[in-house]
T-cell receptor, first 111, second 115 residues
């Protein structure tokens, strides 16, 4: 059974600082997704990572994938308050469309 | 290009009742998945439909059932509601099963409260 673990679960950081969220998964997969969720809202797609060594960047967020280590990271550079949200990684089961989500990381940016 | 729309946005039901949630897929998408997100947790896969057939199911009992229609809209039905069914129900559409390179588009969700 595919298991996805994220850490940390909670992250409080000051504006302007850098930090990384980690996503580990237990079995082979061909796709990994990162999503953002604001309180009471739906999921906003951030990144789709399809291959080993994939790196994608959008603004202050950068995601990478190491399929051999079964690890993805979401790096936040020079955090701003608008990035406060819960971030989920989700791993696709090999050969089908089912997504298994991590537990989420609740990020709070302090001015 | 329209997004994924879900209805209703909020719903309160009594334990033992039945509920139907609805989802309209994004234009051009032919696959729909349903997820349950309990408060403070990540979404859990319920099932997926492709071309009106169930195309995968998570660890949910048979009282969770679904339909997909020829226009790719979908319904999630839950019978004999239990208190633990209280959650945000998310619908996600994608273009084809097995690819998902474009990712999934999630709807805004239906918040179900069972009392």
């Amino acid at each position: 059974e595919l298991k996805v673990e994220q850490n940390p679960l909670f992250l409080s950081m000051q504006e302007g600082k850098n930090y990384t969220i980690y996503c580990n998964y237990s079995t082979t997969s061909d796709r990994l997704y990162w999503y953002r969720q604001d309180p009471g809202k739906s999921l906003e797609s951030l990144f789709v990572l399809l291959s080993n060594g994939a790196v994608k960047q959008e603004g202050r967020l950068m995601a990478s994938l190491d399929t051999k280590a079964r690890l993805s990271t979401l790096h936040i550079t020079a955090a701003v308050h608008d990035l406060s949200a819960t971030y989920f990684c989700a791993v696709a089961h090999f050969g089908n469309e089912k997504l298994t989500f991590g537990t989420g990381t609740r990020l709070t940016i302090i001015p | 290009e329209t997004g994924v729309t879900q209805s209703p946005t909020h719903l309160i039901k009594t334990r033992g009742q039945q509920v139907t949630l609805r989802c309209s897929s994004q234009s051009g998408h032919n696959t729909v998945s349903w997820y349950q997100q309990a408060l403070g947790q990540g979404p859990q896969f319920i099932f997926q439909y492709y071309r009106e057939e169930e195309n995968g199911r998570g660890n949910f009992p048979p009282r969770f059932s679904g339909l997909q229609f020829p226009n790719y809209s979908s319904e999630l039905n839950v019978n004999a509601l239990e208190l633990d069914d209280s959650a945000l129900y998310l619908c996600a559409s994608s273009r084809l099963p097995g690819t998902g390179t474009g990712g999934y588009t999630f709807g805004s969700g239906t918040r179900l409260t069972v009392v």
